[in-house]
C-alpha cells in the first residue's frame, strides 16, 4: 500500500513549525551540574551510553606548581593555574571552625570553610593574576548559590571537590561534604562506599545554580590501588567504574529541564600523573554534540581547567569580573566526535612517549657532529675527500631534521627515507650551498603553508608545542619559529646570491617573502607569536640591509629596531581590538599592561628571564646552543683565513649567516623559552658555515695540491709543478693564496 502525502495545509504547517524551531533560540541553562570523577580515563569515558547530546574534549589539568593535586583542583576554581598547597583541601564545618575562621579572617563564616585560607593565597607566587576561588566569589556575589556534595577520602576534613565551589575567602555556603553519602563496607578501599543512590536524590533535588559532585568512590580507589595486586586492581577498578557509570546515566536521564551536566577528573590519576599525562577526558552533556573547544586552545577536542569556570559562569549568564586567564569553551560539531577525539588521543599519547627521546637524539647527533667535524677541521694531515664529504651530508642532514619531522605524523620511515634520498643526491652533485639553499626554502615553504592551514602539523610533530606540557595550543611554537626565521634567511641569501648582483629581483622577492613571514609568525590569526615576530624582523631586515646595503651602518641597524618594535605594537593593537575571549596571549598581555601599567611589564619580562634561566640549566637546548657556538668560533680558526676567504668567494651566504646570529640572539631576547628558539634559529647559521669550512680544506687539500712529480720525467714534473698554482684554482671559490701554505701544503721542490 502506498503511504499518502500529505496535503498542502499540513506541508505548510510542518514547513511553519520547522521554520519556528530552526530560528528558535536556545533554551536557556538554568543550572550545572560539575561531576568530578578522579582518574578519569578515555576508556572509561566512552564506555557511558549517556542519553542526549554530549560534547567531548581532552582536559589539561596542569596546575601552576605546588601540590598537583590541589593545585589541579584550584586551577579549576580560579580560572588560572593555582599553585597547589598540600593543607589547602581541609575544610571543617561550621560549628567547629566558626571561632578560628572569624580569628584568622574577620568574616563570617559559611557552611563549611578553610581556615587556612591566607596560607593558601600566599601561595599563589606567580608572576601573572590570579584569585584563588573566583568561580564560587562570581556566584556569591551574582546572589546565587553554590552547593558541594560527596565525600572524598576516609578523613571528613578533607575535601577536594570544595577547592573549586569556595569563594575567595575559603568559604562553601551549601551542601554536603560529611559522611551522609557514604557507608561503611569492608569489600571497598579505606573501608567506604559511595552511597550513589542518596547521593543522586541529593543532587537532582538541589537548587544552586552550580551543583558539584564528588563520587568519592574513584578518589579513594586511586589512593589506595598500590595496596592491590595488579589482577584485584583490574577487579576492583571495574566494579568502582560500572558503579560510577550507573550514577553518570541516572544523572543524565532525569536531570531537570535546563541543566548541562560536565563530566571529568580535575587531576589524572597517580600512575598518569606521575607521568606527566595531564590530559583528562571531559564530557558536557545538554549542549549539543561535537568538539568541546575554546580561544585558549584553539584545538576542537581540547580545553584547560582554566577555561571550565568561565564556561560555567557564560553558560549560567553571570557576569564577572574576575582575572580569568581561561576563556569560554563552545562545542564544534563533528561527525563522529567520539571517534575523532579516540585518534587524537592515540596520537597525543605516541607523540608524547616519543618526544623527548627523540629531541635527545636529534641534539645528541648534532652535538657528536658538530665535534667531528671540529676535530676534522683542526686535523693537521690532509683528510681523504670521502671523510670531507661524509662529514658535509651529516650536516645537511641535521639541517633537513626540523623539515623532516614535520612530517612525522605522516610516516617517521617516510621521513628518514626523504632525507637519506637527499644525502645520496648531496654525495652524486656535491654542492654544498645550494644544498643548503633548497633544504632552507623547502623548510620555510612547509612551514608557512602549515601556518596558514592552522599548524595542524606542527601539533603532532616532536619540534612542534606539546599539549600535555600545556605551555602553547596554537599558532608556532618556539622551536619551529626559530626553524622559519633561519631558513627563511638561509634560503634568500644562499640562492638569491646565486643570482646576479645586478639584478634587483632577489632582494625584492627575499623582501615581500619577509614581510609574509613575519606577519606569518606574529599575526593573532595565524602564528600567534609575537617574540617570534620581533626575531623574524631583526633577522630578516639584517639579511636585507646586508644584501642591497652591504656597507649599511649603525643608522640601518637603528631602522631595522624601530621596524621591530612597530611590528610588535601593530599586532598587539590588532588583537587588543578583538573581543576578550577571543584574544591570543598578546592582547591579554595588553589588557594587564592597561589595567597594572609597568608593574605588568616588569612581570612579563621577569618571567620571561626566569624560564630562560631555568631553560639555560636543565633544557637539552641549552646544551645544542653552547656547542653550536663553540663550533661557529672553532671555524674561525680553522681552516686558516677561511672567514676571509668565505667573505671573499661567498659574500651573500656569509651575510645570511650574519644575519642568522641576529635572528638568534633576538629571539633569545624576546622569548619566554628564547633558549629553545635560538638554538633552532642559530643551527641554520652554523651547519652552512661549518658546511664551507670543510669545502675550503677539501680545495686546500686536493683541488690546489699539485699532482705527484714522475720520477721518470723530471722535467715534466718540474713544468707541472711551476704552473700547478695557477692552473688548479677555482675563480668562483677564490684564491686561497697563504691559506694554502699555512695548511702545511707547500708547494713541492723538485
Known sequence: MRARRPGPALTGALLVVLLLSAGAPAAPVEQVILVLWHGLDWDDAVSLQLPGPVALGLLNTRPGGGDSLTGSYLSIGAGARAVGWAGAARFLPRETAEHLFR???????GAFVQPDIALLHAAQAVEYPIEIGALGTALYEAGETVEVFGRSTADDDFHWAALIGMDRFGRIWSGKLAGEFTSSDPRYPFGLRTHYASLAEAVLAAEGKLVIVDLGDPFRFDRYQEYLLPGQVEVARTVMAAEAGQFIQRLAVNRPEGTVIFLTSPHPGREAAEGGKWLTPVLCLGLEDGLLVSATTRWPGLITNMDLAPTILELLEIDYDRPFIGRTAWVEQAADASALLGAAVSRIEALFRW?????????TAQIGTYAAVLAALAWG??????????????????????????????????????????????????????????ISLFTAIALSVDVLGGSWL??????????VA???????????????????????????????SSSRLPTTLGLLASAGLVVLIGAPALGTNAGGAVSAVCGLGTCWLALSQPRAGWRAGLLVALCAVLVLGAFTLLDAANPEAEQSHIGQAAGLLRRDGLRAALQIIKRKLAMNFRLLRSSIWSKALIVTLAAMAGSFIWP???????KENHPHASQGIGAVVVGAVAALLFNDSGVVAASTCISFGSSPLLLMALELRLKLEHDLTPPQPNIEDHGHSQEAGDHSTASGSDEREGQPGDGHHAQGHPHIDH
Do not use: C, K
Request: charged share 10%.
Open 458 to 467: 606542527m601539533r603532532y610533530s616532536p619540534f612542534g608545542y606539546d599539549p
Open 381 to 438: 694531515p690532509p683528510l681523504p675527500r670521502w671523510i670531507v664529504r661524509l662529514l658535509q651530508t651529516a650536516l645537511l642532514i641535521l639541517l633537513s631534521v626540523p623539515l623532516a619531522l614535520l612530517f612525522w605524523d605522516w610516516g617517521s620511515l617516510l621521513s628518514a627515507g626523504l632525507v637519506l634520498a637527499a644525502a645520496l643526491l648531496f654525495l652524486r652533485w656535491p654542492r654544498p650551498l645550494l644544498w643548503v639553499g633548497v
Open 470 to 500: 600545556g605551555a602553547r595550543f596554537y599558532g608556532i611554537g618556539n622551536e619551529y619559529m626559530g626553524v622559519l626565521v633561519g631558513a627563511g634567511i638561509m634560503a634568500w641569501s644562499a640562492l638569491g646570491g646565486r643570482i646576479t
Open 355 to 363: 618526544r623527548t627521546p627523540l629531541l635527545r637524539l636529534v641534539v
Open 640 to 646: 686558516s683565513r677561511f672567514i676571509a676567504w668565505l
Open 103 to 109: 580569628l584568622h579572617t574577620g568574616l563570617d563564616p
